[in-house]
């Protein structure tokens, strides 16, 4: 008898949410005792789903009670303590803040073991044996427990809901089927389900096809790097034996190969690791994806898989695998074997040294080029911020909007002199080195306006022509006015045709040597493109007159 009432005290003297003796106990209007920090750390986590209730009765409480010290509370528990109570062993039978509590409990709930479909509850061990004896309760259908049942009544009619309309995509009771339902192509939840599982089993099995797939395409990947190191290495060493027997002239274009070899070599080995993150990343995705199919084919509750199937996410196109292309592995090789050329026949080929074994150097490409997108949302994968550098514009340009607006002005501004500085055409450069794939977007307004990009080595002094964008070999421009647009290359002036627009897009892949200017407006139209090779980073550029603005856009 003894035992048995220090049981009971232990009982009522500890927090149902820790099971251990309560420490600084608070009671909530309902009546139920806690320790202070147990209670607010629950109501904390329930806050977030906008509502606070007692753990153990389940009434809510808004807005949330401001709890006081139970001190009469707290005085016993001290007195228990000194008399040797110790705090209750913890019962995993009853129900925690988390768990399903059994329906038919009285007092202190337990956890529920199963949540029957027919009774729409849910039961502990205890209470569930008549559904485990009972010959009529057997044929009930068990599931894990839920505390979503009450989604399966029929708000209007409070039936189980057994059907499904296929005509509304919804779950029905069959009071609904031949009420507002009746002339609805309708079927029950359980023939439903078993469609559904067969779709749900179909793109399962695409998914772990491309799950191997794209595996097999990142083992195909994983010697690139080694290959592109190693020949870039070999390339590398006979380049600088062969440049070392040379004149001091040669020392110069020796270190422009290295510098370009290297180059392209970072760049590849870059996109090879690029994609292998990519692949790695799809995997993963995928993966996730399986595992979220197995989740919801998994659902025992045919009203909870209906309900959750329309929500998955449709399987997006590989983007990644299609782009590779093993090659045998031969990179950097004609890179050495132009160079030996080179050494043999050193005085034909001095002035074309630079141009011919870098442009086989740029060559080098592990991987596909990627396709020029074909929309605007395609193109804006690859924007690129661009602010202009303030030591390059000519005096009579004003820069703002943080360097990425450009106005042509009457008056000098206070410009601090800088060797980078046009001196005499009203031009800009951007701050930014273009290289990879970059898209951006130019507002112009006003009279002409000259959108380019070029080499970083232009000219900036004086009024020679070789200043001027479009002339000579070291940019492309695309002249702009109310009417047309005229492209200028090397001197040579081509009229482009296409819709006017105040907004000029540009794309540019520079390791395909790939340049596009587009009009744009509600939709992109290609003016002009460029197919050549670029041996240097790009810089993007402007011109501007008297009165005329040019804004490169935020695209992000």
């Known amino acids: 008898m003894a035992q048995q009432e220090n049981q009971l005290d232990r009982e009522r003297f500890c ?3 820790c099971l251990d003796l309560l420490k600084d106990p608070v009671t909530t209007v309902c009546g139920h005792s806690y320790c ?47 008399t040797g109570l110790q705090a209750a062993p913890a019962d995993h039978c009853y129900a925690g803040p988390e768990d399903v509590v059994c329906d038919v409990c009285t007092g202190r709930k337990r956890k529920a073991l199963k949540s029957c479909l027919v009774c729409l509850a849910s039961y502990c061990e205890k209470h569930l044996q008549p559904h485990l004896q009972s010959p009529p309760l057997k044929k009930h259908k068990l599931v894990e427990p839920s505390e979503k049942l009450q989604e399966n009544i029929c708000s209007r009619h409070k ?23 009746k002339d609805h192509d309708t079927v029950s939840a359980a023939a439903e389900r078993t469609e559904r599982q067969r779709e749900l089993g179909l793109r399962r099995q695409t998914i772990q096809q491309r799950v191997q797939d794209t595996e097999k395409h990142v083992k195909l990947l994983q010697p690139e790097e ?9 390339a590398v060493d006979v380049s600088e034996e062969i440049f070392t027997e040379l004149i001091r002239l040669l020392e110069k274009r020796s270190s422009d190969v290295k510098q370009q070899i290297r180059s392209q070599q970072e760049t590849e080995v870059s996109r090879v690791r690029e994609l292998q993150e990519r692949l790695e990343q799809e995997i993963t995705e995928l993966k996730r994806k399986d595992h979220e199919l197995k989740q919801l084919s998994d659902t025992q509750d045919h009203n909870q898989f209906l309900h959750n199937y329309p929500s998955l996410s449709p399987l997006s196109g590989s983007t990644h695998s299609s782009s590779i292309r093993i090659r045998p592995l031969r990179y950097f ?27 086989i150097v740029s060559q080098v490409d592990v991987l596909l080029p990627q396709p020029e997108p074909e929309t605007r949302a395609g193109f804006l994968k690859y924007s690129q911020e661009i602010t202009l550098n303030p030591n390059t514009a000519h005096r009579v340009l004003l820069l703002s909007e943080g360097n990425r607006k450009v106005t042509g002005m009457s008056e000098e501004q206070s410009y ?10 009203c031009q800009v450069l951007s701050r930014e080195s273009l290289t990879g794939r970059c898209y951006w977007e130019v507002e112009v307004g006003g009279g002409v306006v000259c959108v380019a990009v ?12 070789e200043c001027v964008f479009g002339h000579y070999d070291k940019s492309c421009s695309l002249y702009c006015n109310e009417n047309s647009y005229i492209f200028c290359y090397n001197s040579i002036d081509t ?4 819709p006017v627009s105040s907004r000029v897009g540009v794309y540019l892949d520079h390791s395909a040597g790939v340049l596009s200017f587009y009009s744009v407006s509600d939709t992109m139209t290609l003016l002009h493109r460029v197919q050549t090779t670029f041996t240097q980073p790009l810089y993007a550029g402007v011109s501007v007159g008297y009165e005329s603005t040019a804004e490169f856009c935020k695209l992000k």
């Not at 080694?226 to 070999?234: K, L």
């Open 495 to 498: 009229p482009v045709s296409g």
């Open 333 to 359: 090789e004609d890179v050495t074997a132009a160079v030996l050329q080179v050494g043999g026949r050193l005085q034909d080929i001095l002035s074309a040294t630079e141009t011919e074994i870098l442009q």
């Open 36 to 82: 202070k920090s147990c209670i607010n750390t629950h109501w904390d986590k329930e806050e977030e789903r906008g509502s606070c209730s007692c753990p153990q009765c389940r009434q809510t409480f808004t807005p949330r009670p401001v709890l006081g010290k139970n001190t009469i509370l707290a005085d016993l528990v001290e007195e228990l303590k000194k």
């Open 226 to 234: 080694e290959a592109v190191n190693g020949s870039a290495d070999e």
């Open 15 to 17: 927090c149902s949410i």
């Open 416 to 425: 601090s002199d800088h060797q980078d500085r046009f001196t005499y055409w």
């Open 454 to 465: 070029t080499y970083k080595n232009i000219s900036r002094a004086g009024d020679s022509l």
């Open 159 to 181: 039936e189980v809901m057994k059907m499904f309309c296929r005509t509304d995509q919804q779950c029905i009771c069959y009071l609904c089927s031949v009420e507002e339902h």
